[in-house]
């Protein structure tokens, strides 16, 4: 366990400067896209861009996915991207509620590296329609952040575990930072409660670091969520005793979330490297209070509002599937179009089915991709690991049945 932090005064922390209109926009588009592609997953089997007028046959028959988490999940994505850009970041990127696959699996067909590990979809139109028809299709792509999944070392199916993912992840990579999203109906489980506390045994001088970022949308499948009710004062406190000094974004319109989330990244950012620095410097292996975010936004946030006179949006409505029988409902099929529309794919990506090259320009390049990372793709990284011969370990039996021995203590 590491020792508190010692009184002596920290390296000055840069203040992050303000994020222009015009980079707002770009961002903003980013996520658009990262949101049009998350819909499209769950709904769209053909006519993937909206190109023609959408019809039943260009539906799936079964929809299966989640949309509640996945803006949330593409949301801080699509800034760490620009952090890594800013500041040549070694990042990985882990979601909790993994069930929002979506919103992970958008941002890594985004920036290219889908396509380079599963060529047949490339990032033109038909790669499109298939990427679309193949999500929650048997033999295709997984509803969770599977291990298929370019970056993905955590599959969220078994909530709970993420942080501590995260952690040994970080533990004895220095230059590693590994940001995890916590859903907060996943907070709720007695091993994520328990993972706050790693941040005891995490040594700067020698360990990378990890930023959680606690999702606060409200819900969880069919409940509201705990941590979402209580005061915001109670919540600070919460983390405050973890060890922790959380920095909350809170809010539902974009652009001031874009220019919050976007500012306490680099804060955090800044604050880590600080300890880092200072813990490296020293070479004493101190217990700092390391940074987090808690990142309050609507269930389902940007999705439709209300369907058939129910509020969705901001509810546990928003968990799955947000809209049903798009197929033989044409007031349900009016709304899915509506939604699609509300993102302007035209604006997003070229004729050629493309993103765009500006919004291309926003993406991490090589392995500074999160979903390209070598430490989190197929053990880039792997080292043999260093055994004795197991053989000078065996146990001599004489005669059968006649003598005890046991195993956990020689193997121990």
């Not at 915001?232 to 922790?244: C, I, P, Q, T, V």
């Not at 968990?319 to 509506?338: D, F, K, M, S």
């Amino acid at each position: 366990m590491i020792a508190n932090a010692s009184p002596s005064p920290p390296t000055a922390r840069p203040q992050p400067a303000a994020m222009e209109t015009a980079e707002i926009e770009q961002i903003d588009a980013y996520w658009r896209a990262c949101n049009y592609l998350a819909a499209g997953m769950i709904y769209l089997r053909d006519n993937p861009l909206l190109r023609d007028a959408l019809k039943p046959e260009h539906l799936k028959r079964r929809l299966l996915g989640h949309w509640g988490s996945s803006p949330g999940l593409s949301f801080v994505y699509v800034h760490l991207n620009r952090l890594i850009r800013l500041h040549d970041v070694n990042a990985i990127f882990l979601a909790g509620p993994g069930h929002g696959a979506p919103g992970v699996l958008g941002p890594v067909y985004l920036e290219g590296t889908y396509s380079e590990v599963y060529p047949q979809k490339d990032g033109d139109l038909s790669g499109l329609q298939r990427f679309f028809h193949d999500f929650s299709f048997p033999g295709g792509i997984g509803s969770h952040c599977t291990p298929e999944t370019p970056g993905s070392i955590h599959e969220g199916g078994e909530l709970g575990y993420s942080v501590s993912h995260a952690f040994g992840a970080a533990f004895d990579n220095p230059d590693l930072l590994v940001t995890v999203v916590v859903g907060d109906g996943e907070a709720e489980t007695g091993p994520l409660a328990t993972a706050w506390h790693s941040t005891k045994f995490l040594n700067p001088v020698r360990d990378g670091a990890v930023l959680p970022v606690l999702h606060l949308n409200g819900y969880k499948i069919n409940n509201p969520t705990l941590l979402a009710r209580i005061p915001h004062d109670e919540l600070a406190a919460l983390f405050r005793g973890y060890g922790w000094t959380p920095h909350f974004v809170e809010g539902d319109d974009p652009a001031t979330m874009h220019r919050l989330m976007a500012q306490t990244l680099e804060q955090c950012y800044a604050d880590i490297k600080a300890i880092q620095q200072d813990a490296r410097r020293s070479g004493k292996p101190v217990r700092p209070s390391w940074p987090m975010i808690i990142l309050r936004s609507p269930k389902g946030w940007t999705g439709p509002t209300v369907v058939d006179g129910h509020q969705v949006e901001g509810t546990w409505r928003a968990h799955q599937v947000p809209l049903t029988g798009v197929r033989e409902n044409p007031e349900h099929l009016a709304q899915l179009v509506a939604w699609l529309q509300s993102y302007r794919p035209g604006e997003l990506f070229d004729e050629s089915g493309k993103l765009v090259a500006s919004l291309k320009a926003l993406a991490p390049v090589g392995n500074r991709r999160m979903s390209a990372n070598p430490h989190a793709n197929g053990g880039q990284v792997r080292r043999p690991l260093d055994l004795p011969d197991f053989r000078t370990y065996a146990i001599k039996v004489a005669h059968p049945a006649r003598s005890r021995f046991g195993n956990t203590r020689p193997l121990g």
